[in-house]
């Protein structure tokens, strides 16, 4: 289980490493904009395009496949940051991201695909030996933004620490009545894929002031996207 001390130390980090970038809070949301709007990148290439964007912007290492597989079962860690392996989850939509009153609503994010690997019938426990492979733990930094209300958020929290605040224990234990309520955060889409409520892991991060707020006004929004998409060129135009 990682100690609420060294996720404070990472997120502390990345709050510095973000806030020291002029304008850190369109960089935030140009992240999205290019990727969405400006490229068409779609979910895979979208979420490819994020990954380096955050290599970048925090300065960490990219994890090599024998390094991943040291961490997690299925290369569920994207890079390296200090003593801490990270798993990034982003997500880009138009809408549906916080209700009308303003609250979080993201849905689901995966966090296990077992769809190369054999999956038992027993989808309980094949989570289970899934959770075995990473030491019951996982750091999560979820990137999310919504085009139409060019308002994005960025925040780290983990597995245990989830569990810990849905389930209301005093601590982090290691227990099975504990574990069992580690899997409970778990929605299998009864194919291949483990998912946990991005909502549950927003509250928790806020509940450890882990989060990083943004917004890109539409005025700068439309600017933005129309100065981007006159710089496109064709290849040819490289080599004029």
């Known amino acids: ?38 490229k068409g990148y779609k979910s895979m290439h979208q979420g490819k395009h994020v990954e380096e964007c955050f290599i970048d912007l925090l300065e960490g290492k990219v994890l090599d496949n024998d390094e991943k597989e040291t961490f997690t079962y299925y290369g569920n860690c994207d890079f390296y940051l200090h003593s801490l392996p990270i798993s990034l989850k982003s ?3 138009k809408d549906g991201m916080w209700s009308k009153g303003g609250v979080y609503s993201q849905n689901f994010c995966k966090i296990f695909d077992t769809s190369r690997r054999p999956n038992s019938n027993d989808w309980k426990k094949t989570l289970e030996y899934l959770l075995n492979r990473t030491g019951w733990e996982i750091p999560i930094l ?23 605040d849905k389930y209301k224990y005093d601590a982090v234990e290691d227990s099975d009545r504990f574990r069992n309520s580690m899997m409970d955060l778990f929605k299998f889409n009864g194919s291949s894929h483990y998912n946990i409520s991005l909502r549950d892991a927003y509250i928790s991060a806020s509940k450890n002031k882990r989060v990083i707020e943004f917004e890109f006004s539409s005025r700068k929004t439309v600017n933005y996207v129309k100065r981007k998409c006159k710089t496109l060129h064709s290849v040819l135009d490289d080599i004029k």
């Open 1 to 38: 289980m990682i100690p609420k001390r060294t996720l404070n130390r990472e997120f502390k980090h990345i709050k510095k490493k973000i806030e020291s970038r002029k304008n850190w809070e369109a960089l935030l949301c140009k992240i999205a904009l290019y990727s969405y709007t400006i």
């Open 91 to 93: 997500s880009i939509k």
């Open 142 to 164: 979820s990137y999310t933004y919504d085009i139409e209300l060019n308002r994005g958020v960025l925040f780290l929290t983990s597995l245990s620490e989830m569990t810990k």
